[in-house]
């Protein structure tokens, strides 16, 4: 089975960067997709970014200029560099593989952004 697992994540004032890690495990033929997602309390889970295989992104246009997302194909591993960070980015944020066409998803990691 595969387990995808977040780190990277911690408490920090606004304007402070964070860089999120996904290592992704198991029996793991190709990763098609690779993304982050997050969720605010008493929100629903938005898009954060998205990577392919061939390591074409997409990025939500609020994010855009801020947030970098990358991915290491030989260690299964993504990256989200987060910079200028504001109080409305404090989410869980996780980590999302499509793999084969399945899609699995992390725990999560809690960002938070004090003012």
């Known amino acids: 089975q595969v387990q995808l697992v977040e780190s990277g994540g911690g408490q920090v004032q606004a304007g402070g960067s964070l860089r999120l890690s996904c290592v992704a495990s198991?029996?793991?033929?190709?990763?098609?997709?690779m993304g982050w997602y997050r969720q605010a309390p008493g929100k629903q889970r938005e898009l954060v970014a998205t990577?392919?295989?061939?390591?074409?992104?997409d990025y939500a246009d609020s994010l855009k200029g801020r947030f970098t997302i990358s991915r290491d194909n030989a260690r299964n591993t993504l990256y989200l560099q987060m910079n200028s960070l504001k109080p409305e980015d404090t989410a869980v944020y996780y980590c999302?593989?499509?793999?084969?066409?399945?899609?699995?998803w992390g725990q999560g990691t809690q960002v938070t952004v004090s003012s």
């Open positions: 999302n593989a499509l793999i084969s066409w399945v899609s699995y």
């Open positions: 198991g029996t793991i033929f190709n990763i098609n997709r």
């Open positions: 990577i392919t295989s061939g390591g074409t992104t």
